[in-house]
């Protein structure tokens, strides 16, 4: 009997630790986002679908953080900057391209493209 009680606490715990664990996992890390935009031309109908999930991540990315990490300078198309993202990203060390791809690009986009304090505004 105590065996089994040792035996179900163990897998309680292991199942905990893998639960943690899958919730870790970014949606989306930069190695994905660059894989999903490099693709070789011409595109088959799956690399057209997943570059275009790749616009649709990076304009959600965008939207939800505009004005506050990034301001945009109304010259910023999509496809361009998506492609400039994933060139960025692709340089950058094999521990950070594994992180969550919405940071990475909304940390890009802050470098790039700051806010401007308010005019009159104390900094």
């Given amino acids: 009997m105590r065996a089994l009680q040792i035996l179900a606490i163990s ?4 199942a905990s630790v893998l639960t943690q664990a899958a ?10 986002f660059v894989n999903m935009m490099i693709r070789p031309e011409p595109l088959s109908s799956y690399d057209y679908m997943q570059r275009e999930k790749a616009y649709s991540y990076l304009d959600g990315a965008r939207d939800s953080a505009e004005g506050r990490t990034w301001c945009d300078v109304d010259q910023l198309k999509t496809p361009d900057l998506a ?3 994933a060139d960025q990203i692709a340089k950058l060390p094999p521990a950070e391209r594994k992180k969550n791809a919405s940071a990475l690009i909304l940390r890009l986009l802050g470098q790039a493209f ?3 304090p ?3 505004a104390r900094p």
């Avoid at 919730?23 to 994905?32: E, I, K, V």
């Fill in 83 to 85: 492609y400039e993202l």
């Fill in 23 to 32: 919730f870790s996992a970014p949606t989306l890390s930069g190695d994905r």
């Fill in 114 to 116: 700051p806010c401007q």
């Fill in 118 to 120: 308010a005019k009159g």
């Fill in 11 to 14: 897998a309680g715990l292991a």
